[in-house]
Every structure is written in structure tokens, then in C-alpha cells.
């Protein structure tokens, strides 16, 4: 296996010491490879897997011409210029087919969804008609083939419909379904692994000590990677203790395809959270030119990705949304890629300086007007987990950026179908 420092300084313009978002995203991307383990499982319990097979259908769908409409099936040849007086010769419901084939002056009653009468090229609506005596009248106007759902409109048989790499979404297990196919293989979900490092946390349940916080982490790293459908596995807070640190460490790489741990990556840090992921396997130590999320640890131990995300609750946020999340989608197998950027107004001037990409929490409305505006969610510190309770998107203003004033575009990354 290619050492990830190796895999790093290839990327043009790597710099670990003020590494620009793109470039870090690009050296994690540079290292990981989907995992290809499969599994079948049954078509409901698929709903947010990722497919690891093309699915062909063997048949048609719809497998039979069909009508579309509740109305009159007839032969489009038999349409006069003015009104059409056709002879009522039966009936052809959903799931009961007529049994004849339409003879020269001839039309069947249709229900949605009944086979095509043989011979019948068209349907007229119900609505429109007038029926005496078994006769039928048809207005003028009606076009050929109208109303009428052709076999395998829907899916071609022979056809891959879907391919690896794909989400299985509501509508993908409905496609799966009127296939008649009842399992399909999946990608083995990933495994992730994760603790909080750091002598000033609490767990839950017990009594704040002086200078102490609850770990808050875990919690929204709980509800982050649930989200994305990962296996996961909480090792709880871990002391800053090398023997602690060590067996937490190993123990979560025995299990796990990423290992993520917050707290103890800062510059500053004398702790031994960086010198035991040194130890165990190979870490990189970035100063990452952004904000919040400035220091992370990238690396692997044993054969699990590592990601050390900072301690302060914001910055584990974005720095999971902005590089964990993608990279656990990628080893996952999935190709959807990432949500799409909006633009919107600034609704207010932005404090920025230039030189670091910035992610600040931001509420997205629309004005009076219905334009899309964004204000921030007010204090930006790192700490303040509010931001993120409060905020509806992102608002991503780029490395180059300096200052924003109220009214300029700029763009913002939805919370919805990214957290
Ligand atoms: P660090 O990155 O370890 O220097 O931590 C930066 C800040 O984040 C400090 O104020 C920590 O107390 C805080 N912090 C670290 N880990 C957690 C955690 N798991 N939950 C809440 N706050 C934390
Ligand atoms: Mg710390």
C-alpha cells in the first residue's frame, strides 16, 4: 500500500501547514478506495444502501400496450373527419383483457391500465363521448395513439435501469419492485469508529467539575454518521493518557474502516493524542486554511482511515460536512456526489479575510420579492454549537474573498440533503 504522505505531496500545491480546502479534499479522495464487499439483502431493507450490481430487467414494464385513461379503445383508422359512431363490441378492464381482436367499426370500454385491445390503436376518454344503445359517438379532434402507454415505456427489458454506485431512494425500490425482483446486492455498509479525546470532558451522568464540559461531540458525530448510514461504534471519551489512548486507538482499528477522534490536533496540543497516532500508524498534521476547523489529522492505522477532527464542536461539524462526510460516501461506493451550491444575496455584510475559506452558519430566506437572501446566524465563534442549531446552510465564502458587502452573491450549501 502507498504511503498517504506519498499520495499527498503529489498533489500540486500541497502544503500541510496552510492547506487550502481543495487541496485537502483532493489528498483524502487521492488515498481512498470504495470498499467492494457485498451483500443481498431484501428490497425494503435496501432503502439508503448503495447498489453493488447493474439491475437488467427481464421483462418490459409496462409489459403489454395499455390504456392510459378510463374511455373508448378503437382503431384510429376508423376516425371520420366530424363525429365517429363506432359499435361497443365489449369491454377491457385492469387485469382482464378482451378477448377478440377490434373488428373495422368497432370500440371497447377501457379502464386505466387494461391491456391494448388487439387491433386498437388509440383511446378516446370517457368523458367526451356519447353512448346510446351501444353505439358510441366520438368528437372530432382525436389523435392517433393518444392515451396509450407502450410496452417497456417504462423500463426496456434488457436495459440496465440502474447501475453500481447507486442510492437506493424510495423510488429506486418501487423501479426494483415492478421488476419483480425481490433482493439485490448491496455494498457491505462502512464502519466507523469513533471517541473523544480530552482531560476536560464529562460524560453524561456524572457532575461537572471545575473547568470541566460535557462531551458534546460524540453526540452530534452520533447523529452525523447515523445519518449517512454507516455502521457505527462509540469508544466514549478517552483520557489523555498514552495506555488509554493506545488501546482505544487500536481497538477501534481492529473494526473499523475510519476511525474519527476530536480534540487534541491544535498546534498548541502537549497531549498525546498526535504523537499515538503517529505511533500506531501514519498521520498527517494539517493546518487547514479555513475556518472554523483550522487543525486535522489525516492518516490510517492498520487499515483504517483516520480523521482527526479538532476538539471545538463547530469546527467537528464542518470539518466532518466538508471532508468526512464525502470521504465516507466514497469508500461507501456511492457516486451522487455532492449537494448542490445555491446562490443567494447577502443580506447583511459578511466579515471575511482572504486567505482561508470560510463555512459560517447561515439562515437562507426568501425576501418580499421571493429572491433568495442570507443573513449569518450572528456570533461565529467555533465554540458556539447554537450556530449550527440555528442555521439552515452554510454560507461558503472562498479562499480569495475578502469582506462582503450587503447584496453581493454568494453561495450557500443547503443543510438539507447535506446533514
Ligand atoms: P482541542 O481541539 O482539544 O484543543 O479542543 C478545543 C476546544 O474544544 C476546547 O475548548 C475543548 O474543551 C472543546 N472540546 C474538545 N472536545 C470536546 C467535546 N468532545 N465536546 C465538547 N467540547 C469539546
Ligand atoms: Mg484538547
Known sequence: MKRIIEIAHAIEGYDPDALHVDKARAAIRACLAPLTAAERVPVRAALGRVLAEDIVPAIDVPGHDNTAMDGYALRA???????????EAGAALAGRAFAGTLGAGQCVRVTTGAVMPAGADTVVVQEVVKVKDGRVTIPPGQMRGQNVRTAGEDLKKGVAVLRPGRLLQPAELGLVASLGIGEVAVRRRVRVAFFSTGDELASIGTALKPGEVYDSNRYTLHGMLARLGVELRDLGVVRDDPQKLEAAFRDAAQNADA???????SVG??????????????????????RPGRPMAFGRIGDAFLFGLPGNPVAVM?????????????????????????EAAAAEPLRKVAGRTEYQRGVLFRDAQGGLKVRTTGQQGSGVLRSMSEANCFIVLEHERGRVQAGETVRVQPFEGLV
Not at 383508422?77 to 359499435?87: F, K
Not at 476511525?259 to 490536533?265: F, R
Open 77 to 87: 383508422a376508423d376516425l371520420r373527419e366530424g363525429e365517429t359512431v363506432l359499435e
Open 259 to 265: 476511525i474519527i477522534t476530536t480534540g487534541g490536533v
Open 318 to 342: 464542518v470539518t466532518f460536512y466538508q471532508f468526512v462526510r464525502e470521504a465516507l460516501l466514497h469508500l461507501a461506493g456511492r457516486e451522487d456526489g455532492a449537494p448542490p451550491l445555491l
Open 269 to 290: 496540543e502537549a497531549d498525546f493524542v498526535k504523537p499515538m497516532m503517529a505511533k500506531l500508524g501514519e498521520a498527517l498534521f494539517w493546518r487547514i486554511a479555513m
